[in-house]
C-alpha cells in the first residue's frame, strides 16, 4: 500500500490524490509538549488518530504538521500550541524557573486551508505545571493530545486548570504566579480541533495543561489514541490503495441447460483485488444478483451458476434463455468499471401447440405458437406415406419463426409433420409432432374442463394439495391454464408415495408411433435430483424415461411436451401416471402444473386418393349395369358409386369399403342412357372430429341398359289388305314400333308407334295377293331391338 510521509516543516505543505484514489487512509500524530529533556518528556504526549476520507482524483489536500512544544524559548509547538512562562521569587530575583510550550496539533485539510477545512486532526500535548519553593521543585501532569469524542465540540480537555484559557484552534498560554520564596508556572494548552485550556497557577500548585482534541469532522475516524501517542514533533502518514484494474478474459460458456460457467483472470497490473462483483442478466432484463453462484468470489477463476429454487427467475440460470455476465474489481480504491461476458444461450422450448390445417387436398398449413424467449427459426420436417411405409424425416425448408408454414402435398399418400425450436449456437429443442385426432387413434384426453379429475382412473395426492383449478399459480409462474379455463396443479413437496393422476389405457399391443402429448409448468424444484413428467406402464414395470422435467425449467411458464412411447413400451396392459412419484425411484419434486393431456398415434395427413382405372360397364342383364373397376388408391376410406342419367350426371348410389372393385347398379329403366360413376375418398379427422373429405376426381363411363324385344308376335285375322297382330311386350321403358315390307325387299315401313303397354295392332292398306313381313320392334329414344 504506498505511503506519504510528512513531518514538521513550520509551514503548510500539500499533496495532490494520484489518478484512480478515491479513498485515503490518514494517521495524524500531534506534537507532544515541550520537556526538560527530549529523553525525558515532561507533560503530555501527542494525540493520535486514524481516518478514512473520500477524495477525487487530482484534488489537493492541505497538510499541518505539529511541532513538539518549545523546551528552552517557552514557545508553543507550531502551529498552535500553548506558549509557556518564565517566573522567580520575589525576595530572590536570581532564583527562577521557566516552563515549556505545548505541541501542535496536525492536521489535514479538504477543500481549503483554513481551519473551517479541517477533516482530521490529532491534538497536541499540554505541559505539565512546575512549582518551585525553596529549592524544591514540584509538578503536576499535563495531558496528552485529544482523541476524537461524538460530537468534537463536547470534548472538555480542561482538567488541568483554568489558567490561560483556549481560543478555538490555539492552545491556551500558561499562567504564572512569583511569591516571596515560592514560585509556579501552569502548564500550557496543547492545539487542536478544540485546542486545550492552560493550567491555573496560585502559590501552592500549578496545573498542567489540557492536550488538544482531536478527530476526524470531514471522513470516517477509524481510531483515536487521546495520549501516550507521539513524542517529539508530530507527523501525518497518508496511505492508500492502489486502484485495481477490472478483470481480464470474462468468458460465460454454456455447459447445460442448469450450468453456466463463468471464468475471468485479475489483472496484476494494478493495486490488490479485496473480491469481485459478479452480475447476471437473463434476456436482456436488469443486471442482478445471481442466485445460482457467488456474487462476490474473493478470487478470479471459473465458477458455476445455475437455477435456484424460491429465488426471483431473472437470477437464476435455466433452460430458454439468453444470459450475459458482468464482473469488476473492488478493493479500498474502489469499483472499477464492469467486463461484460459474450452473450451465452440455454436450449429454446418447443413450439407451442403445433396444429395442422388444410386449405385444400393438396396443401397442408403447419401452424404454432412460439414461446421460445431465444428461437431464431422454427424448424419442420415431414415424412410422407405412399402406400409402402412412411420414409425419413425431409425439412419443410422455410423455418419462420413466428407463423406457420406451407407445404405442398402429392396426390394420393399420407403426411407426418413435426417442428422445434431452433436458437443461437445451433441448439434445438425436443420434437413436437403437430396434431392428432385420426378417426379410433384418439387413445385418450382430458383438457381438465370438467373441472375435475373424473377422466383419470387413480389419484394420488399424498399431501392433499393437488387440485383442478382456474386462475395463476405463483410457484410455477403462469397466470392461468395453457387453455380453457381449468388444469391441474400439483406438488410432490414432503410427500412420500407421489402426486400423480394415472389412465388405463388397455391394450396397445397392437399400435405403433404412440405419443403423449400436454402442456407442463414447473416450479420450486431445489435440485437437479427433484424432477417431474411422464411414467409409462409397458405391462410389466414403470418406465419413467417418456418424459422426465428437471429444474433448468423452474418458472419457465407453460411449455410444449410431444414425447413418442416406444414401440416395445406398448402392450396389452398400459397405463400412463402424470406427476411426481418415489415409485420405483422415479420422480420427486415440488410444484407443477399440467394442462390437455392427449395420448394418440400421432396424426397422419391424408390427400386425394388415386383414381380407379379400367372402369367398365356391362349391361347384359335387364335393368342392370355392373360396373368393374381396378383400385389403385394407397389410402382410402369410402368409395362412392354413382349413377344417373346419362343427361343429369351421377348422383349418389351407394357407399362401398375401400378394396371393392366391383358394383351393380339394379333397378333400371330398359333401354335407358345411363353415366355410373365411382369417387373414392379419404375421410381427413383432426382433435376428435371429421375435419373435411378428399375426393379422387370422379371416374364415369355411359351405358343404355338392355332393351328387352317383345315376344310372341302372332299374325291372325289375314284379309286382301289388313292383317292382325298380337305379341307380348317386354321393355319398360320407350314405346313399340309395328312395322311391315313385302318380304324380303325395301326396308322397314313404320305402320304405326304404339305405347308399350299395347300388344295389338291391325295393319290395312294393303295390296291384294302381295306376300309381306311383319315385325314389331321395342323402342327408345336410345335404341331399339332387333327383328322379331
Not at 179 to 206: C, H, M, P, Q, R
Request: one cysteine or more; aromatic letters at 10%; hydrophobic letters at 30%.
Amino acid at each position: 500500500m504506498p505511503t506519504e510521509t510528512f513531518s514538521y516543516t513550520g509551514s503548510e505543505q500539500t499533496w495532490t490524490v494520484p489518478d484512480g484514489i478515491q479513498t485515503v487512509e490518514i494517521e495524524c500524530y500531534g506534537g507532544s509538549s515541550g520537556t526538560y529533556d527530549v529523553d525525558q518528556p515532561q507533560g503530555g504526549d501527542g494525540g493520535y488518530v486514524r481516518g478514512e476520507l473520500s477524495v477525487s482524483p487530482g484534488e489537493t489536500l492541505y497538510i499541518y504538521v505539529g511541532e513538539m512544544g518549545g523546551s528552552g524559548d517557552n514557545s508553543g509547538g507550531w502551529p498552535n500550541g500553548g506558549s509557556g512562562a518564565y517566573a522567580e521569587y520575589e525576595n530572590d530575583p536570581d532564583t527562577f524557573g521557566t516552563n515549556y510550550g505545548a505541541g501542535g496539533s496536525s492536521d489535514v485539510r479538504q477543500g481549503g486551508s483554513t481551519t473551517d477545512d479541517i477533516a482530521i486532526i490529532a491534538g497536541g500535548g499540554g505541559v505539565d505545571g512546575l512549582v518551585r519553593s525553596e529549592g524544591v521543585e514540584e509538578e503536576s501532569d499535563g495531558t496528552g493530545g485529544g482523541g476524537q469524542a461524538p460530537d468534537a465540540q463536547d470534548v472538555d480537555f480542561t482538567a488541568g486548570g483554568d489558567g490561560g484559557a483556549a481560543s478555538g484552534f490555539q492552545g491556551g498560554d500558561a499562567d504564572v504566579y512569583e511569591g516571596t520564596d515560592v514560585f509556579a508556572i501552569s502548564g500550557a494548552g496543547g492545539g487542536g480541533l478544540n485546542a486545550g485550556t492552560a493550567g491555573e497557577a496560585d502559590g501552592n500548585e500549578a496545573a498542567g495543561g489540557a492536550g488538544g482534541d482531536g478527530g476526524v469532522p470531514g471522513g470516517t475516524q477509524l481510531e483515536a489514541t487521546v495520549g501516550g501517542a507521539s513524542t517529539g514533533d508530530g507527523e501525518v502518514v497518508i496511505s492508500y490503495t492502489e486502484p485495481a484494474e477490472p478483470p481480464n478474459n470474462v468468458d460465460a460458456t454454456y455447459v447445460a441447460d442448469d450450468q453456466v460457467d463463468l471464468s475471468f483472470d485479475e489483472d496484476t497490473s494494478g493495486g490488490p483485488v479485496d473480491h469481485f462483483d459478479v452480475e447476471i442478466m437473463r434476456d436482456g432484463a436488469s443486471w442482478e444478483d445471481p442466485a445460482g453462484g457467488p456474487s462476490d468470489p474473493t478470487s478470479d477463476g471459473t465458477y458455476s451458476y445455475g437455477p435456484a429454487s424460491d429465488t426471483t427467475y431473472g437470477r437464476q440460470v435455466g433452460i430458454d434463455s439468453s444470459f450475459k455476465f458482468r464482473v469488476r474489481a473492488v478493493n479500498d480504491a474502489g469499483s472499477t468499471t464492469w467486463v461484460q461476458s459474450d452473450t451465452v444461450h440455454t436450449t429454446p422450448v418447443p413450439p407451442h401447440n403445433p396444429s395442422v390445417s388444410r386449405p385444400d387436398a393438396t396443401t397442408a398449413a403447419i401452424n404454432w405458437t412460439t414461446t421460445s424467449d431465444t428461437v431464431t427459426e422454427v424448424n419442420g420436417q415431414y415424412r410422407k406415406d405412399s402406400g409402402s411405409g412412411y420414409g425419413s424425416w425431409n425439412a419443410l425448408g422455410g423455418n419462420p419463426k413466428d407463423s406457420g408454414e406451407t407445404i405442398g402435398l402429392d396426390s394420393d399418400a399420407r403426411y407426418q409433420f413435426r417442428v422445434r425450436s431452433e436458437g443461437p449456437d445451433g441448439k434445438t429443442s425436443a420434437w413436437v409432432y403437430a396434431d392428432y385426432g385420426n378417426d379410433g387413434n384418439v387413445f385418450f384426453s382430458d383438457d381438465f374442463e370438467s373441472g375435475d379429475t373424473s377422466a383419470w382412473d387413480a389419484v394420488n395426492n399424498d399431501n392433499g394439495s393437488a387440485q383442478v383449478q382456474g386462475g395463476s399459480h405463483s410457484d410455477t409462474g403462469i397466470s392461468g391454464p395453457d387453455e380453457g379455463s381449468y388444469y391441474w396443479a400439483g406438488t410432490g413437496e414432503d410427500d412420500t408415495e407421489g402426486t400423480w393422476l394415472q389412465k388405463d389405457l388397455g391394450d396397445l399391443s397392437g399400435e405403433s408411433d404412440v405419443f403423449v402429448k400436454c402442456a407442463f409448468a414447473v416450479g420450486s424444484l431445489d435440485n437437479a435430483t427433484e424432477n417431474f413428467g411422464i411414467s409409462w406402464y409397458d405391462g410389466s414395470a414403470w418406465q419413467d424415461d417418456i418424459a422426465r422435467i428437471y429444474w433448468e425449467h423452474n418458472e419457465q411458464g407453460w411449455f410444449e411436451v410431444s414425447a413418442r412411447v416406444p414401440d416395445s413400451y406398448l402392450s396389452t396392459d398400459n397405463r400412463i401416471r402424470v406427476g411426481t412419484t418415489t415409485d420405483d425411484g422415479m420422480f420427486s419434486g415440488d410444484f407443477f402444473a399440467v394442462d390437455r393431456v392427449v395420448v394418440s398415434d400421432i396424426l397422419h395427413e391424408y390427400t386425394t386418393p388415386a383414381a380407379p382405372t379400367d372402369w367398365s360397364l356391362d349391361t347384359s342383364v335387364e335393368d342392370e349395369i355392373t360396373a368393374t373397376w381396378t383400385n389403385n388408391a394407397a389410402f382410402a376410406d369410402y368409395q362412392d358409386m354413382r349413377i344417373g342419367l346419362a343427361e343429369n350426371g351421377t348422383s349418389y348410389e351407394a357407399a362401398l369399403g375401400p378394396t371393392a372393385t366391383s358394383y351393380t347398379f339394379s333397378g333400371l329403366s330398359d333401354g335407358q342412357d345411363y353415366i355410373a360413376g365411382n369417387e373414392t375418398y379419404v375421410v381427413q379427422y383432426r382433435n376428435g372430429s371429421q375435419s373435411t373429405s378428399w375426393f379422387a376426381d370422379e371416374v364415369t363411363a355411359t351405358a343404355v341398359t338392355l332393351l328387352p324385344a317383345p315376344t310372341d308376335l302372332a299374325a291372325s285375322n289375314v284379309t286382301a289388305d289388313s292383317v292382325d297382330l298380337s305379341w307380348t311386350a317386354n321393355h319398360d321403358y320407350g314405346d313399340t314400333l309395328v312395322q311391315y315390307r313385302p318380304t324380303d325387299v325395301g326396308s322397314w315401313t313404320t305402320f304405326a308407334t304404339v305405347s308399350r303397354t299395347t300388344e295389338t295392332e291391325t295393319i290395312t292398306g294393303l295390296r291384294n295377293g302381295e306376300e309381306y313381313d311383319a315385325r314389331v320392334v321395342a323402342n327408345t329414344e336410345h335404341t331399339q331391338t332387333e327383328d322379331s
